[in-house]
């Protein structure tokens, strides 16, 4: 995986086991995981098989979410980019699906923007993605605005039925696709 992205104050780099205790501080918060099923990480363990599955997919897929870094202090802000989805996830298999989480104490900085829409255009150019789908939950107001001003459109709500914790909430799942 030979992704290194620089932008005006983030670094974007490969995932590796020497990230697991910022994947566990990000994913172990309740707030981070309000709008991903409401069950943050309780064990090491979790992020540590987290990493895990995105080695396994950058070694299957070349391709996998990729670390976030603040320039200068070098820490770990959490991730972005793309997932390949094998699906079948509302009706699409085999495509990138793109995204990001964040710790929460470098949420509101325009980190999330800054570092999707650098990865984003990595993908796009660089390696040649056309089929690029987002999706978030319904009431997370946060994610869709970010998507939508990256250039994703807006095509339906649907049930997550494939992943009953992302569903704990009841909410449906909004589902977008890049159109800029
Ligand atoms: C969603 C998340 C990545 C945002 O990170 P962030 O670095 O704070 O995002 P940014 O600062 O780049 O941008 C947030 C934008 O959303 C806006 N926003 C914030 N809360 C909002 C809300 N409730 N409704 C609508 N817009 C909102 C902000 O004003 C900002 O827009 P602007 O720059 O045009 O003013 C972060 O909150 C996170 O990691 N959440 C937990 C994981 C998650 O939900 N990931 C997405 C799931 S698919």
Redesign the pocket.
Known sequence: MEIFIETERLIIRPLSMADEQGMFE?DSDP??????GKKPYTSIEQSRENIAYVLSQYRDYSIGRWAVLEKGTNDFV?WTGYKFMEGPVNAHTNYYDF??????K???????????RASLQYGIEKLGYKDIY????IN????????E?LGFRFIENFAYDARPDWRATGELTTWYKWMP
């Open positions: 990000m707030e981070v995981h309000k709008f991903l959490g995204g990001y989480r964040l710790m929460r470098f949420w509101g900085k325009g980190y999330a923007t800054e570092s999707g987002g999706m978030t939950d997370n107001g946060a994610s869709r605005h970010i998507l001003k």
